[in-house]
């Protein structure tokens, strides 16, 4: 006998509202197309930018703050079309002092590179500057707060030899908190290392011109930052050895508005010139090509 029971009625799929869509749009829909930072905040104004719009304006945000940028993006602005040869840094012994502040240096410097995609704070480049080559040195501060170690010391030397094997001028971009505290005095040799390659160039008559970015304080300041023989600097860059807070609490005093700003600098006659970042290639080649063009002993 044939079993008259009707059918059940089959059991609807759950899988919430998208569920009731044709497979095709749902994967459209659920797809995750918008990056996580797709949005960055104006520290100046708390307005918040369109990512692309901020990489169109070189990271310089509608009320002029010049936001900090890695080597990378540094270099490819910088020389001609966006293109250069990229130069080695030379490879230094790793945690020497075997230092440890709660995580193993090692640990910590893994991490940076991880996230950097290179060894240490520096990068080097060489191209051409609005028609001039030049050896291109940028320092990071996105990288342990661009600190000044062994791995910096030794690639400002490797940029000051390269472009006297080249025959060209040094172009270095500075951005520091200090030196690597990891490294203790071996850090602190780099100011005196650095300071000799600067000579080298000078011995050949090969200009080298200094680009201040923010921050660039301590051991920096007191080395090879402040050799230059042309010292540009970015708009509202904090240039310093000390901070503004440790000054204001060592002398007990007011500091007066804008100090250790790049403006205030340039009025005092620590700065030669500050430049908007859009403006830096072409000012840099014409700087380069005057002094190249007589090649006039540097200072």
């Known amino acids: 006998m044939a079993d008259k029971t009707p059918p059940k009625p089959q059991q609807e799929k759950r899988g919430g509202w998208l569920s009731r869509f044709a497979p095709g749009v749902r994967k459209i829909v659920s797809r995750r197309d918008t990056p996580d930072n797709l949005w960055v905040k104006d520290p100046d104004t708390g307005e918040m930018l369109y990512r692309s719009d901020l990489e169109a304006s070189l990271w310089v945000t509608p009320s002029g703050r010049h936001m900090r940028i890695d080597a990378p993006t540094r270099l490819r602005f910088t020389f001609d079309d966006g293109q250069f040869e990229s130069i080695d840094t030379p490879d230094v012994p790793e945690d020497p002092l075997k230092f440890s502040d709660g995580k193993p240096y090692k640990e910590r410097l893994a991490a940076a590179r991880k996230v950097a995609g290179r060894k240490d704070t520096m990068a080097i480049g060489f191209g051409e500057l609005d028609g001039t080559p030049a050896v291109v040195i940028v320092q990071d501060f996105s990288f342990m707060g661009g600190s000044l170690g062994m791995a910096a010391g030794e690639a400002f030397i490797a940029a000051a030899r390269a472009a006297i ?133 540097a200072a």
């Open 165 to 297: 094997a080249r025959g060209v001028p040094l172009v270095c971009y500075t951005a520091a908190g200090g030196a690597r505290m990891q490294e203790g005095a071996l850090s602190l040799m780099q100011m005196a290392r650095t300071t000799l390659a600067i000579q080298e160039l000078k011995a050949v008559q090969l200009p080298f011109v200094v680009v201040l970015t923010d921050p660039t304080t301590g051991g920096v300041t007191a080395s090879y930052a402040m050799l230059g023989d042309v010292h540009l600097a970015e708009p509202g860059a904090l240039i310093g050895f000390a901070g503004p807070r440790v000054i204001e609490a060592t002398i007990r005093e007011k500091l007066p508005p804008g100090f250790q700003r790049a403006e205030y600098l340039q009025e005092k006659g620590m700065v030669d010139k500050v430049v908007a970042r859009e403006d830096l290639p072409k000012v840099l080649g014409q700087i380069l090509s005057m002094l190249m063009g007589g090649r006039r002993r």
